[in-house]
C-alpha cells in the first residue's frame, strides 16, 4: 500500500500517525462504508496522494493556515491527512452520517490530536458561520452546490480549494454571481485533476 506516495522527508511520529490511521481505515472499511469500493489499498493510495497534493497546492497559493474547516469529511480526507502532517493546522471536520463521525472521533483520539474537532452535523448549520480562513472539501459534487456553503462558513479574504477534473471549466459560468472568485488552477501530478483556489471577497 502507499507505493506513490510513500512516507518520505516525514519525522517518525508523523509516519507512525500516518500509518496508523490509514490500519484503521483499512480495518474499519470492512464494517462500514469509509471509502468508495474496489481494491482498498490502492484506493487509500490515492486518497493520501490527493489530500497531499492539495495541501501542497494550499501551501503554495499561502492559504493553507488558519482555521480551516473540511466539508464531509468521511473517512479524514484530506483534512484528517493534513493535521497529521501539519500538527499546528486547527481543524474542523464536518461529517453528518453518523458512522464517518464515530471513526474520526475515535481515531482523534487514539493519536492524541489537538485543536480538531469533529462536528456530526451538516456544515450548512454550523454556528459559526463566517469564521474559517480555509474550507476544503473532496468530490463535494458541483461547484455551483458547494461555493454557497463554503462562502457562508468563510470569513473575508478567506479561501476554498478543491480538486476538480478536466471538466471543471464547464461550471464556471454557473457561479459568476457569487462572492467566490476563481483565484487560481493548478494541474495536479499524475493527472489527478486541478487544484481550484477561490478567494472570498468583501461583501457589496
Known amino acids: 500500500m502507499l507505493g506513490r506516495t510513500g512516507f518520505g522527508g516525514m519525522d517518525p511520529e508523523t509516519t507512525r500517525q500516518l500509518t496508523h490511521y490509514l490500519q484503521e481505515v483499512d480495518f474499519w472499511s470492512g464494517k462500514m462504508h469509509l471509502v468508495g ?3 482498498l489499498g490502492s484506493s487509500l493510495e490515492l486518497l493520501v496522494f490527493d489530500s497531499l497534493a492539495l495541501l501542497s497546492a494550499a501551501e503554495k497559493s499561502g492559504i493553507a493556515s488558519g482555521r480551516v474547516a473540511d466539508i464531509g469529511s468521511g473517512a479524514g480526507f484530506p483534512g484528517l491527512v493534513w493535521k497529521i502532517v501539519r500538527p ?5 471536520l464536518f461529517e453528518r452520517r453518523l458512522k464517518p463521525q464515530l471513526f474520526l ?3 482523534v483520539a487514539q493519536l ?7 462536528i456530526g452535523v451538516d456544515a450548512a448549520n454550523c454556528k459559526e458561520a463566517g469564521t474559517f480562513d480555509l474550507v476544503v472539501s473532496k468530490a463535494a459534487g458541483r461547484l455551483a452546490s458547494i461555493l454557497p456553503l463554503a462562502d457562508r462558513l468563510l470569513g473575508p479574504g478567506g479561501a476554498y480549494i478543491t480538486i476538480k477534473g478536466g471538466s471543471w471549466e464547464s461550471e464556471v459560468p ?17 493527472n489527478r485533476g486541478n487544484a481550484l483556489v477561490f478567494r472570498k471577497g468583501a461583501p457589496a
Open 37 to 39: 469500493k474496489g481494491h
Open 88 to 92: 499546528g493546522l486547527h481543524l474542523t
Open 105 to 107: 472521533d475515535r481515531i
Open 112 to 118: 492524541g490530536l489537538g485543536s480538531i474537532a469533529v
Open 174 to 190: 454557473q457561479i459568476a454571481q457569487g462572492r467566490l472568485r476563481l483565484e487560481s488552477a493548478a494541474e495536479l501530478p499524475e
